[in-house]
Nanobody
Framework: EVRLVESGGDLVQAGGSLRLSCEAS????????IGWFRQVPGKERTAVSC????????FYADSVKGRFTISSDKALKTVYLEMNGLNPEDTAVYYC??????????????????????WGQGTRVIVSS
C-alpha cells in the first residue's frame, strides 16, 4: 500500500521560505508522478505543482510559478517543494499525492486531482503578514 508522508510545514513571515518534503513508501514501480496540492479550510483544493520522477519534467500553477520549485530524489522516493517569496495567500494545508500511471512529460492536465490515487495527510503552512 502506498504511503505518503508530508513534512516541513511551519509558521513563517511573509517573504520567507519553506521546504516541504513528501516521502513515499510501500511500492516498487519506477514511474510515477507526485503532485502537490493545497487547501484552505472551507475552500476547494487547488493544484500547486507536479513532477514526473521518470523524466524530471515539472509543471506549476500560475499562482506559484517563479516562486516555488519542485524536485525529486528518486532513490529516496522523496519529492520536495521549495517555496520562496511566501505570502499570506499561500497559507493552507499542503498535500502530496501520487499518480501511479506516471505519464510523462507532465503538463497542465497532470494537475488534475482526479488523476491521483494516493494522498498524504497534509502539512500546514501558515504565512503571517
Amino acid at each position: 500500500e502506498v504511503r505518503l508522508v508530508e513534512s516541513g510545514g511551519d509558521l513563517v513571515q511573509a517573504g520567507g521560505s519553506l521546504r516541504l518534503s513528501c516521502e513515499a513508501s510501500g511500492f516498487s514501480w519506477p514511474d510515477y508522478v507526485i503532485g502537490w496540492f493545497r487547501q484552505v479550510p472551507g475552500k476547494e483544493r487547488t493544484a500547486v505543482s507536479c513532477i514526473s520522477v521518470s523524466d524530471g519534467s515539472t509543471f506549476y500553477a500560475d499562482s506559484v510559478k517563479g516562486r516555488f520549485t519542485i524536485s525529486s530524489d528518486k532513490a529516496l522516493k522523496t519529492v520536495y517543494l521549495e517555496m520562496n517569496g511566501l505570502n499570506p495567500e499561500d497559507t493552507a494545508v499542503y498535500y502530496c499525492a501520487m499518480d501511479i500511471q506516471g505519464y510523462y512529460p507532465v503538463d497542465a492536465e497532470s494537475l488534475d486531482a482526479e488523476r491521483y490515487d494516493s494522498w498524504g495527510q497534509g502539512t500546514r503552512v501558515i504565512v503571517s503578514s
